[in-house]
């Protein structure tokens, strides 16, 4: 399996009222359309599993200007709300480094022998090319910390140029072991909010500049990483951490 190739684009982050989420779905639906991932599932949910070194060098990089994340993402989905979400297996490793408003990522697809490995704390095969995109972020062995499990609802542009994720009921967890169901059980912290992410590539498109100006006054700078290791820390991050900006 080989990883895609970078993505370089432009991300903004909200965690807006119920009222401004369907006030600014509403300006941006006549330029957007939905994205469904599992057509037998319609209620699609991710399960995001955050990984660090023993001693946290991808959180202190939020201090250097130039964040960076290393991820297991796997997706699972739901018939309907009442009834469990089951991955879909479907999963990828992702580095995803945050500059300001620039972003790049880069995923490379998983199997399920490597996904159980990086899960319990051991290493990826030396051949494996998701073992070459872990190298050339840490040297260091890498662990699992903190999950975000969160139902998703996703808008595009045709052209795929614009993608608006809504991440609802998002609650960050113990990492799961391999094997265990899809939602996580040994919950850490609920999100008092839903968190609305906005991507773009190239040049800002007018209607979406207008559609950020309700959006301004809930605008956030953290990360889910960063939500996470908060809960897992009690509230805080550890020192220097939280002198690190």
Do not use: N
Not at 86 to 95: A, N, W, Y
Not at 100 to 127: D, I
């Amino acid at each position: 399996m080989e990883c895609h190739s970078p993505e370089l684009d432009h991300e903004r982050r909200f965690h807006p009222s119920v009222s401004v989420v369907e006030a600014f779905l509403s300006a941006v639906g006549p330029f957007t359309e939905p994205r469904r991932y599992e057509l037998g599932y319609p209620h699609a949910f991710t399960r995001t599993t955050y990984f660090d070194t023993e001693e946290l060098s991808l959180l202190s990089s939020r201090g250097t200007g130039s964040a960076q994340r290393l991820r297991l993402r796997e997706y699972a989905g739901a018939v309907d709300l009442a009834q469990p979400p089951v991955l879909t297996g479907q999963r990828f490793l992702e580095v995803k480094v945050t500059s300001g408003e620039r972003r790049m990522k880069s995923r490379c697809p998983l199997s399920g022998v490597e996904a159980e490995a990086l899960l319990s704390g051991a290493p990826l095969p030396e051949a494996s090319v998701a073992a070459e995109l872990v190298r050339r972020l840490t040297p260091a062995p890498v662990k699992p910390m903190v999950t975000a499990w969160y139902r998703r609802v996703t808008r595009v542009t045709s052209d795929e140029r614009v993608r608006i994720t809504l991440d609802e009921d998002l609650t960050f967890a113990l990492p799961p072991a391999p094997g265990e169901p899809a939602a996580p059980t040994r919950l850490l912290q609920r999100a008092p909010s839903a968190l609305l992410e906005v991507k773009w590539q190239a040049r800002l498109p007018y209607w979406l500049e207008r559609a950020f100006v309700p959006l301004m006054a809930c605008e956030t700078h953290g990360s889910k990483f960063e939500e996470g290791m908060r809960a897992l820390f009690g509230g805080a991050l550890p020192l220097p951490l939280s002198k690190a900006r």
